[in-house]
Structure formats: C-alpha cells, structure tokens
C-alpha cells in the first residue's frame, strides 16, 4: 500500500519546486509539517507568512503512522516538508526518499544536531539513534535556527522576519530551560525516576538528571511482554518509586498492567498523570504548543514525585 502512495507521488506531475503559493493563499509560504510538533515549530518561526498543514493530529502516535494517497498529495503540493527525519515518522522512509529525488524543498530537523550529541537506543540488534529530540530544549533550539534557514531559504524576500522569530523563540525556549530547571530543583535526587509507557524522555533525562524506564522502549512499534513488565515491577519496588506516568499517545494499558504487577510484589504506585510524549495537546488548549506541553509535562512529574 505505501508503494501505490510513492508511486501515486511520482504520477501527480512535476513537483519539482517552483514557487510559493501551490496551495491555499498563494502570498504565503505552503509548508506541511508531520507531527504536531514541527507544525507548532514552523508556526513560531514562520508567523503570519506561512500556512502550516499538520499531517499528524494530537493524541497521533508518529512511529505507527501510514501516510494516506490525500497526505502525499498534500506534500507534493507543498513549498516546503518539514519532517523528523530520525526514523521517527518509521512507516514514511520511502515517501520522503521519493520527494528528495523529486528536489522538493524539505526541512530534515535531525539534520540540525550535531550527531555526537544524539543518544543511541538497540532496535532488533541494532544501534539506531533516539528521534525524541524535542525533548531536549537544547536540541529544538537548533530545530529553531533549521527551520529560519529554511524558510529563509525558500523565501528570501521575508528572512528577516523569520530569523527576527527564530531569535525571539528561542529567547522563549532559554526562559523554558531555566523553569524546568527550578521545577526539578524540587525533587529529591533519589526521586528522579521516571517510568512511563515508552523510552521518550531520555534526552530530558540526560539535561535535567533524571533515570528514565520505559516499557516499549524509544519505538512504540513492538509491544511489551509479561516479562518486560515484571522486571520494571521489581526495579520499581527495589527503588521505592512513588509514581509511573502514562501517555498521551499510547494506550494505557501497558501502565496499568505495570500497576497491578507492582501490588502482586506488595507495593503500591500511584499512576502520576498523562505526560505528552510523541504529541502535543489538543491545538485549543496550552499544550497544543511545544512550551505549552513542556510546562504541563514537568508540573505533571514534579508534582507526583516530590
């Protein structure tokens, strides 16, 4: 099925790049973004100049995601792609490998951090590198600076405006990094345990010096068996842990067999709250944006850990 979509792609015409305005209103820059992150992103730096189509709506898991024949006409007729590009959009490789050959004008975030900082994860008996980079305020600050220079790049006649927002985000993000900073202060060192439904937090684990567990590990695309949950049942009791989180965009049932597993061992943990993992909120509450759900996030994990 995702060949007949590639193949659609490549019979929509010619989609080399030429111009703004293939869609929508023609004085704006067309960019469509996969999740919901990069949609908010792309909003922040492109203002009232761009018209941003997200493929991926709020609670939308983007490792398990099938593009439909609509979202790759949608790309296809877009000025710009912005995409992951760290294997997190995993059913989607041979869409984007069609669009580059085709020199349709993409955003690759990944691209903009240095490979050194990236943290590695074994998948099927192989080192990859972890794609939840947004959870590093560090790392979406450089995603800020990739995106001003693409847009920029596209659209040179409104660069100033898009490097004027990237600076006066990313002033946003440093005031972000310190909040998370002093929120964190307020856990015991001991308490900085946080076990959730998938391995998504490790970057936020590495910069604010918390040990992170996940069931599913970085991917979603391979369940959690019997012993997967007993084994983070008896690390769970062995540390004392007072809470487990679940996510916004994965079912809850792996957390709460968690749950059950750790009262068979005679303790109990409370489930903390819904963090935001590969997702943001809905777009009409304040975690529809990334600052938003970053704030919402640490209030959720600070409060049931203290």
Known sequence: MLLSFVILA?????TQDTGQGNTGDSHKLQVVATTTMLSDLVK???GDQVEVQ???KAGVDPHLYQATAGDVEVMNKADIVVYNGIHLEGKMGAIFDNLEKQKKSIIRVGDAIDPATLLDFEEGGTTVKDPHIWFSVANWKLAAEAVAKGLSKKDPAHATLYEANAKKYIA???ELDTYIHEQVA???ETSRVLVTAHDA???FARDYGFTVKGLQGVSTVSEAGTGDISELADFIVAHHIKAIFVES??????IESLQAAVKAKGQDVVIGGELYSDSLGSSDTPEGTYIGMYKKNIQIITGALR
């Open 10 to 14: 490549s019979g929509c015409g010619n």
């Open 44 to 46: 922040q730096i492109g």
């Open 201 to 203: 937090f490790s970057y």
């Open 172 to 174: 946003q993000l440093d």
């Open 54 to 56: 997200g493929l991926m």
């Open 186 to 188: 307020t856990v015991p």
């Open 249 to 254: 965009s994965v079912p809850t049932k792996t």
